[in-house]
């Protein structure tokens, strides 16, 4: 394996109601990353991190899981973790240990019991944290609905930075609200393309509210959206990092992970704005019982 440095590390931890493609998704962040050759699935017992008896009989995760992928010179360490309310101790141990969150968001299930609990350890921990709406290909997935249900359950600060191209069977790419551009898988390869037409009205839109929410984390720049409705390319750039990370912005991301349509923008979206073990909230701990620190 290859060394890696401190900066170069993300560690985050999938967490989410039961069933909703968690370790689907980690299956195919492995996958994406050559980690291994095939596609592992849960349902056919062949997962890389459901692997005890108990779980293939179940299908379903236990106990948190560990793998980890490098991608674009960076090591991202994965900690897949149970769904199930009896094993949800293991799922908020994992959040303790992670630098950030990925809360999984089923495309046709929308926020749960499950998904309120796993956010509050989130929100507790003060962990930069992206919702991610897998089954976006799957019969009356809604985009559209389970992001007002994010907004409505979970926290008025999450907005979409990719939109999903094409629907339920027809979904076959996302647009990135930031680059300002389209991701396509073809043939297995992700392809940056352009934007459809069809589209503009609704990426405009989109990128507004993106634009409004970047501007609401920084005084500077909500003073100048202010006067001049509109920031700029690189001033969207440099806020949208501070807002993830100082949790005053939830970005919103989707992917089919059984298609793997999505998931390396994904792993682009970790490397690039989830913090590093350097930028970690700090424990705090208690000497003679009193002293912080």
Known sequence: MNKFETKDIRTIALAGQRGVGKTSLAEAFLFQGKMNTRLGS??????????????????????????????????????????????????????????????????????????????????????????VITGMDKERANFTEQVNDVKENLTAAAVPVHLPIGKEAAFKGVVDLLGNCAYMLEEGICTKSDIPADMADEVADAREALTEKIAESDD????????????????????????????????????????????????????????????AVPFTATVDGEEKV
């Open 42 to 131: 849960v349902d056919d017992e062949t997962s890389t991190f459901d692997f005890e008896p108990e779980e293939q009989k179940r299908h379903s995760t236990v106990g948190t899981a560990v793998g980890y992928v490098p991608w674009k010179d960076c090591k991202v360490n994965i900690l897949d973790t149970p769904g199930a309310s009896d094993f949800l101790t293991e799922t908020r141990l994992a959040i303790e240990v992670s630098d950030s969150t990925l809360i999984v968001v089923g495309a046709t299930d929308g926020v749960q019991v499950g998904t309120e609990k796993v956010w509050k350890f989130a929100e507790e921990k003060k962990l930069p944290t992206a919702i």
């Open 220 to 279: 500077a720049l909500l003073n100048k959206y202010l006067e001049e409705f509109e920031l700029s390319d690189e001033e969207m750039a440099q806020g949208f990092p501070k807002a993830v990370k100082g949790g005053t912005l939830v970005p919103i991301l989707c992917t089919s992970a059984r298609r793997l349509i999505g998931v390396d923008t994904i792993l682009d979206f970790i490397v690039e704005y989830f913090p590093s073990p350097l930028e």
